[in-house]
């Protein structure tokens, strides 16, 4: 009369053990579900502060740009430049055009696809590349603009930009076949054998030329500022996934709940069978 009670023992009984087995691993499960909510998180703080950092450079950069003109940084003043502190900044520089050696530069402006023309001006602290403006692609050769190339003393007023190396996206300056995508001081300076430039190079503005090229002034100046976009995004995600975390764990003590009440059934079951067959006939 035992047998049926003990292979109900065996049949029943792994499956309490499994039951305590999950344990651990349902732990593992939420210890790894509570530090994705936390990264998330901690992305949406940092775009955050993203954000502020983002907002704070535009200021900055808007202060620049509609200051007056200074002079531009002199030759002792070169090593500490740097883009946090000095793109975009109006400077005025004085001197004379090298326009024998002027660079162009391929770019697609307001004004259509072309080129800018990147010369060098010879300064008394050293030589500074400026980028006098846009010119379309049948303006290419200087002698089509020669009236806007002027010969003596040149003052230039624009904004201060650091250099582009390398080239565009996805392509490459080549200054042996003299293609440039970019204006990389360095190898601007090297490829038109110029020495003592400083390290960065000014955006003409819109003052006009004589001829009316090179034209001026088409500097761009956009912050792309989506950070409060994705940070709501993370927090968004964060909740969601907090929020089916917290559903689960419910749904999990419901199940421990109902197994808990099997088993004490089960054990109740097994006290009375028990009891039966202990009982004389």
Not at 262 to 270: C, N, T, V
């Amino acid at each position: 009369m035992s047998a049926p009670a003990d292979r109900a023992g065996v049949t029943d009984a792994p499956g309490r053990r499994r039951r305590r087995a999950l344990r651990p691993a349902t732990l593992a499960i939420g210890a790894a579900w509570v530090a994705c909510v936390g990264v998330l998180l901690a992305l949406g703080v940092w775009q955050v502060e993203r954000r502020a950092w983002k907002l704070d450079l535009i200021d900055r950069v808007e202060q620049r740009v509609h200051a007056d003109a200074v002079p531009a940084p002199g030759h002792a003043a070169w090593p500490a430049i740097n883009r946090a502190d000095d793109e975009y900044r109006r400077v005025i520089v004085s001197g004379r055009f090298l326009h024998d050696r002027e660079t162009l530069v391929q770019a697609l402006t307001v004004e259509g696809p072309g080129y800018w023309v990147v010369t060098p001006l010879q300064t008394a602290d050293g030589v500074v590349l400026v980028n006098r403006g846009f010119v379309p692609s049948d303006r290419r050769d200087a002698a089509s603009r020669a009236a806007g190339n002027p010969d003596g003393p040149a003052a230039v007023t624009g904004l201060l930009r650091i250099s582009e190396p390398g080239g565009g996206f996805l392509r490459h300056n080549d200054p042996a076949a003299n293609r440039w995508y970019s204006r990389d001081v360095a190898a601007i300076a090297a490829a038109r054998g110029l020495s003592g430039v400083a390290p960065f190079f000014i955006d003409a503005d819109a003052t006009p030329n004589p001829g009316g090229y090179p034209v001026g002034g088409l500097t761009v100046i956009a912050f792309p500022n989506n950070h409060l976009v994705y940070a709501l995004t993370w927090f968004t995600l964060a909740l969601r996934l907090a929020g089916a975390g917290l559903q689960r764990l419910r749904r999990g003590r419901g199940e421990g709940g109902a197994a808990a009440a099997q088993d004490a059934e089960w054990d109740h079951r097994q006290q009375s069978r028990r009891g039966h067959e202990a009982s004389p006939l």
